[in-house]
């Protein structure tokens, strides 16, 4: 693969399920959730709370027009950003998961959260008498996640598609013969995003026990799980294709071996090429599992799509591909 060469788009699909699940089912959950409350305006203090700090009651108020119309930007621009996601650069099924599923938990959290604080103060003549807002976070982030993650499994996967092309005679190759067999595993670990995440455990671990409000121990939590998923990779080449696997053994993808079209190792930046680290989507829809900068394997497949991992020892891998796609030809 020739370093000049610019890459082909590949076309969209799905965008209608994309836009459902990612645009009009978010706002149809933030519009009926701003319905219900404004349905409480009697019963409801003039202001209400819309902000609580580290102490036990809130310290922010505002009217109920100015907290719903505030909610309602804020969940239809993450709405908005994360279906244009899907929408433009969704070629491959993990990034229109993605978009649904971040779209669709947002919308969740942001309603979750806005009917939470408010039913709360339903009753009271003061909204200073309410009472702490833990409880509320942490159903609205639990249901966020319940309804992310099934609306990201409703987005249709990616059909299995025949390359359309041989792989290159100047692709490398390696020294193979017709008859023998061959494996190629690697594994990465570790990189910036170790100290980001790191820091972020630490930082938020340490706010919950200060103000001892435990549930915000949940975050911490998820952000272990999160940053363990997304910065140690194991990738296997063998006669079935190229497999990339979290530690977690999740998120994983796999790009079978009769869509491959050819495989190269290259330097990766991955702010970039990807805007930062972990399971990423580039600006020409490729995915990137990227760790750290420098070398990767690049492996581009059936219809034009691209698949980045940063590895080491990745030209022996690429080699490797290039032959059992050429012999399985």
Known sequence: MSSNSVPTRPSVPHRGITTLLALVAPTAVLTAAAALTWSWREDLPDPVAVHWGTGEGPDGFASLTSSLATMAIIGVLLAVMFWAIGFWWGQLASTRRLSAGASVGMSAFVAGLQLGSLDMQRGLTDAADAGGVGAVLAIATLAALVVGIGAALLVPGDRPTAATSSVPDDAPRAALGASERAVWIATIAGGPGVWI?????????????????????????????????????????????????????????????????????????????????????????????????????????????????????????????????????
């Open 197 to 329: 995440g790191a820091s972020s455990i630490l930082v938020t671990g340490v706010l919950a026990v200060v103000t001892r409000e435990w549930w915000l121990l949940v975050i911490p939590a998820l952000l272990l799980a999160l940053f363990a998923g997304m910065l140690a990779w194991t990738v296997r080449v063998d006669s079935r294709g190229v497999h990339v696997r979290s530690a977690l053994g999740w998120p994983r993808t796999h790009v079978p071996l009769a869509s491959i079209e050819e495989a190269s190792a290259r330097d990766v930046a991955p702010f970039r090429e990807f805007g930062g680290f972990g399971w990423r989507t580039g600006r020409d829809g490729s995915l990137g599992i990227v760790v750290r900068h420098g070398e990767g394997l690049e492996v581009v497949h059936s219809g034009g799509k691209r698949l980045v991992v940063t590895i080491d020892d990745a030209g022996s891998g690429a080699a490797l591909l290039n032959t059992l796609a050429a012999r399985a030809r």
